[in-house]
């Protein structure tokens, strides 16, 4: 159903959630037109004005790749640039399974979520991820661990209640 792997220490985590943190925000937007607005309620960062946001993406694709089994598991070929995403009070992200082609040009068979923000700093916040089965899984990361599943399984983060997850 998904894999989890620690990519990062937590130290490291919370320096890019500090780092983060002081970047310009927006709200955030599904990268599909039937799905913009409907789904998502989050904020990103701004990417037009952050340089800093395109340094710490690198370094993230960068630790990635340098996982000795994240690759070889999931036979990666490429992996598009990560998105920083913030869930605040209210903020969540609804049920649903994400676009089978990304770019216009890549398929994309696998999803990958990394948990930054240590799970105590916030309430709520849980990615689910549904099975065959109709039952789902609940997923709350410890800082510096991601998650990767098949992107066409519904999936969705649940409403964070108090704090901030990154």
């Avoid at 990062?8 to 990268?31: D, H, N, S």
């Avoid at 000795?68 to 999931?74: A, G, N, T, V």
């Avoid at 066409?152 to 964070?160: A, D, G, I, N, R």
Wanted: hydrophobic letters at 30%; glycine letters at 10%.
């Amino acid at each position: 159903m998904f894999d989890t792997y620690r990519i990062m220490t937590p130290a490291v985590a919370q320096e890019f959630v500090t780092a983060v943190e002081k970047m310009e925000w927006e709200i955030g937007k599904a990268r599909t037109k039937e799905a913009t607005g409907t789904v998502k309620k989050n904020e990103e960062i701004k990417e037009t004005t952050s340089t800093q946001g395109s340094v710490l993406i690198g370094q993230i694709k960068k630790l990635l790749g340098a996982h000795p089994f994240l690759y070889p598991d999931h036979t990666v070929c490429k992996v598009f640039s990560p998105k920083f995403n913030r869930y605040t009070s209210c903020g969540e992200y609804q049920r649903h399974g994400d676009a089978a082609i990304m770019g216009g040009q890549v398929r994309t068979d696998l999803a990958c979520t990394m948990f930054l923000s240590h799970p105590d700093t916030y309430k709520g916040g849980d990615l689910c991820i549904e099975g065959n089965d109709g039952g789902h899984h609940r997923v709350k990361g410890d800082p510096g661990t991601c998650v990767v599943y098949p992107c066409h399984m519904p999936h969705w983060v649940e409403p964070v209640t108090e704090g901030a997850r990154v």
